[in-house]
């Protein structure tokens, strides 16, 4: 098969499962009404689980392991992806799944644009214009929603941003992406856990929920399938496609988010959302051309 062509259908996966990652979160919590912290644990953890399962079980010469606990590497990883897992899942307990899924990636686009800027990476006429159409669309998403109400939940969403782009930075020169993913997940897991102990959270006792709920499944299957396997392969595709284009592609999750929120939770389609998408693709039509081109 075509490089550029797997390339693309593994973007298409990766951008699917990065929205329903959104989707599950806030069904969780809005249908179930189930704790977020417990959501983020489950996720975590079932996602480690199934990255060291898949690091141990696929055949690789040398045999892949865990980054050591001693690396900085393995702690700034589970660093990034705890702070973007545990405030996604807390700005979801008010947020819509497609405005949180905008905030979320407008705001990493525009760090990881920022970050390319900085380290030498120009941006052509086409590609800002591309960028700010695009950024324009988003807006649109947001619109209807901004109230006073969303601004603490805006704000956690921000954080969570700042996780992920750290993520993503961390995977660009990535050489064994089942590795670091791995190991992301088994740090953040670790650092989560030692959090709740620090403050004294217990996880069974002071929930009155039903562990093993729909929730649950909601939680296990984001972790293990939509943010594990998905992470992985994201990991496995950014050294392909570069932080520019990625920070671009992102964009289309709040598109995805949105239609699944309205099919799967009722959340309402507006007008104003079907234009705003237009626009959304439009803008990253534009800026994906002007990086081909350049």
């Known amino acids: 098969m075509n490089k550029s062509v797997q390339s693309l259908g593994l973007v298409a996966v990766v951008l699917i499962a990065f929205a329903a990652n959104s989707l599950l979160c806030r069904w969780a919590l809005l249908v179930f009404h189930y704790d977020p912290i417990v959501f983020t644990v489950l996720r975590l953890f079932s996602g480690a689980v199934t990255l060291v399962g898949l690091l141990y079980w696929l055949p690789s010469k040398p045999r892949l392991r865990l980054l050591p606990f001693s690396s900085r590497r393995f702690w700034l990883l589970g660093a990034s992806l705890l702070l973007y897992a545990l ?7 008010q947020l819509d799944t497609g405005v949180g899924a905008f905030i979320l990636f407008v705001a990493v686009q525009l760090m990881l644009l920022l970050v390319a ?80 102990f620090v403050l004294s959270i217990p996880l069974a006792q002071s929930f009155d929920i039903d562990w093993f709920s729909n929730a649950f499944f909601l939680a296990i299957i984001s972790g293990a399938i939509t943010s594990g396997v998905g992470y992985y392969l994201w990991y496995r595709v950014l050294p392909l496609i570069g932080v520019q284009k990625a920070a671009q592609l992102q964009l289309l999750v709040p598109v995805i988010a949105t239609v699944m929120g309205s099919l799967v939770l009722g959340e309402v389609l507006t007008f104003i959302a079907v234009i705003a998408s237009g626009v959304i693709v439009f803008g990253v039509w534009l800026f994906l051309v002007a990086v081909k081109n350049k």
Do not use: C, E, H
Request: aromatic share 10%; proline share 2%.
């Open 87 to 93: 405030m996604f899942s807390l700005a979801y307990v």
């Open 117 to 196: 800027r900085f380290t030498g990476q120009r941006l052509n006429k086409q590609q800002v214009l591309g960028a700010l159409i695009a950024i324009a669309g988003l807006a649109l998403l947001l619109l209807p929603n901004a109230d006073g109400t969303y601004i603490g939940y805006a704000g956690l969403m921000l954080l969570a941003a700042m996780g992920w782009a750290m993520f993503v930075l961390l995977g660009k020169g990535s050489v064994a992406p089942l590795v670091d993913v791995s190991s992301a997940f088994v740090a953040a897991t670790l650092l989560m856990l030692g959090l709740l």
